[in-house]
């Protein structure tokens, strides 16, 4: 029987939701996390590793040369160093397109708490601060109709496809920026542009690109300054995406409204980030990939790829040679 490890199962499956990998690696040594120095020392000689976030680096294949398969439980695979995988013929699997629906629903959650300011005023009348008509504490935060306001998303994949149908639902016109357009997505209330375009038309922009050299640092202050006056940013994609100096910068100074992040560049975030504290900028724990039904279709999906592999046909592979 091969051996089996998850190195950080915690997020994943902490409330213990039937997986099948279990069912065919009874034996499997789960932890619910691990530090980088610990990593090498509990794959050991295992053949089969699972990881969340855990790094496993080139070193990490040097000390343990018995890996095989590595199945990433997420999308995001920058934890991994895929070259050294590759130079150490591991096969390396990602979970794709699970949390298309969750990822969209804390856009919009992030989004229509930046323009209604719920929470805050939901704690206003639980504290008894709502006590006559005439009440300045009740109109106290703006609140804005997203109707008929432009969002501009970056990067077109299945999530920000499903977020351009929700906006679109919402009233929303939307302007959208893909390296490859895909024109038959085009409507009356749909249209894609230039990046260039999409900074100056924007009210709301929603970034859903993947993290490449590309996309590291895009939202920057030079590209902030391109954007209207007031504009709101939100990010549920990769945190780097977004120099966060730079956003807490136009924060300050009013360019941009607030910024609703799901993501960090350090998560959780290091004492020096610049947004955790911020009065402007809603920042939620990295949470789009966590209802149950979202992580009980990652845990399918996981299983799937590791099958897949054992029976010669890996699926997911994110390291083809």
């Not at 680096?57 to 095989?68: D, G, L, V, Y």
Request: glycine share 8%; proline share 6%; hydrophobic share 40%.
């Amino acid at each position: 029987m091969m051996k089996a490890v998850v190195l950080d199962g915690y997020l994943v499956n902490h409330d213990n939701m039937h997986w099948a990998v279990r069912d065919r690696f009874p034996d499997l040594v789960w932890y619910d996390e691990s530090t980088p120095d610990q990593i090498a020392q509990r794959i050991g000689d295992a053949e089969i590793v699972f990881a969340c976030r855990a790094p496993i680096t080139a070193e990490t294949f040097e000390k343990c040369p018995n890996i095989k398969y590595i199945g990433v439980l997420g999308t995001g695979f920058n934890a991994i160093d895929v070259a050294a995988a590759s130079a150490h013929d591991v096969v390396v699997s990602n979970v794709s397109g699970y949390s298309t629906d969750a990822v969209t629903q804390v856009t919009f959650s992030l989004l229509l708490e930046i323009m209604g300011s719920i929470s805050a005023r939901t704690d206003y009348v639980k504290q008894w601060g709502w006590t006559k008509f005439k009440d300045p504490g009740v109109s106290a935060a703006p609140m804005f109709e997203i109707a008929g306001k432009t969002m501009g998303i970056i990067g077109m994949g299945s999530i920000g496809t499903a977020v351009a149908r929700v906006a679109n639902a919402f009233g929303m016109n939307v302007v959208a920026y893909r390296r490859h357009p895909d024109k038959s997505l085009e409507n009356d209330r749909l249209k894609f542009v230039d990046l260039e375009t999409l900074y100056a038309v924007s009210d709301v922009i929603s970034i859903h690109c993947p993290l490449t050299p590309e996309t590291q640092g895009m939202i920057n202050a030079g590209s902030i300054a391109k954007m209207k006056d007031g504009v709101v940013i939100l990010n549920t994609s990769r945190g780097p995406v977004i120099n966060e100096q730079d956003l807490a910068d136009a924060l300050d100074s009013g360019k941009v409204y607030m910024a609703g992040l799901d993501v960090l560049t350090s998560e959780p975030p290091k004492p020096d980030c610049p947004l955790v504290g911020h009065p402007r900028c809603l920042i939620s724990p990295h949470i789009g990939w966590t209802p149950k039904e979202t992580r009980a279709r990652l845990l399918d999906i996981s299983a799937q790829c590791l099958f897949g592999f054992l029976e010669g046909k890996p699926m997911n592979v994110v390291n083809k040679k």
